[in-house]
């Protein structure tokens, strides 16, 4: 089987497709982490015509997620004569007109992955704009959330998945969580993984590979997208 993985330069997923014999290649505007030969630099756009059998894509999240939404807006110095919004933005950081941009383009991108000519499609994307968006499927048996622990990783981060010609995927290891007592002092339980902090915040460090480092898929995942996607 033909296999294209769209958007990943770590190579975990199309490692474990070519750990059962595919013909996989992963397709990144970066080179591979792994110095691997089956990796075509580049855009992912350019390569979705070459007779796959099977997509797997992980376009840019930067600017789909909910997570600053309030960057979306333009600033307002009346209000907040400082920096124009309720907190202070970090350097890099895009706002108003040009984050809008950058998430039109995002949204743009990830649909002509989704409408590529391939039979097979999964795309996948943390919760965000794209779980509203018209021209997606909004339930079952299109969409599907999955988390890193259904697969046996010690992680939560909650990941949908959106697929065309594929079944769901089938949860294999359960990985126990933690129980912490949050709010401290109030006596209530809740399960956290190692991720997270006893918040339920991500406990990755900030640094300029957070994101890269964030983005990577589960073990546990690619392994089961192979096993359970093969057939």
């Not at 970066?30 to 007779?51: T, Y």
């Not at 965000?128 to 339930?139: I, K």
């Not at 126990?176 to 006893?198: A, F, H, I, Y």
């Amino acid at each position: 089987m033909k296999v294209l993985i769209a958007c990943e330069c770590s190579g975990v997923v199309r490692r474990a497709f070519r750990k059962l014999g595919h013909d996989a290649w992963s397709c990144d505007i970066l080179p591979a982490e792994d110095c691997s030969e089956f990796h075509l630099q580049g855009d992912a756009l350019s390569a979705i015509g070459r007779g796959w059998d099977l997509m797997i894509g992980h376009p840019p999240c930067d600017f789909l997620t909910n997570s600053a939404v309030w960057a979306l807006k333009d600033a307002d110095f009346v209000r907040y004569p400082d920096v124009g919004y309720h907190q202070k933005v970090k350097p890099g950081t895009l706002t108003g007109l040009a984050r809008r941009t950058a998430r039109q383009w995002a949204i743009e991108f990830f649909l002509a992955l989704w409408n590529a000519p391939i039979p097979r499609i999964a795309i996948e994307n943390p919760i965000g704009a794209m779980n509203t968006h018209p021209d997606l499927p909004s339930e079952e048996p299109g969409r599907q959330i999955i988390q890193p622990h259904q697969f046996g990783d010690d992680a939560s981060k909650a990941t949908c998945l959106w697929l065309k010609g594929l079944p769901h995927l089938v949860g294999t290891i359960d990985f126990p969580p933690r129980l912490v007592e949050w709010p401290k002092g109030s006596g209530k339980m809740v399960k956290r993984w190692s991720n997270q902090t006893d918040s339920g915040q991500n406990n990755v460090t900030p640094s300029a590979s957070r994101s890269g480092d964030r983005a990577v898929t589960y073990q546990g995942i690619a392994d089961a997208m192979a096993n359970q996607w093969s057939a």
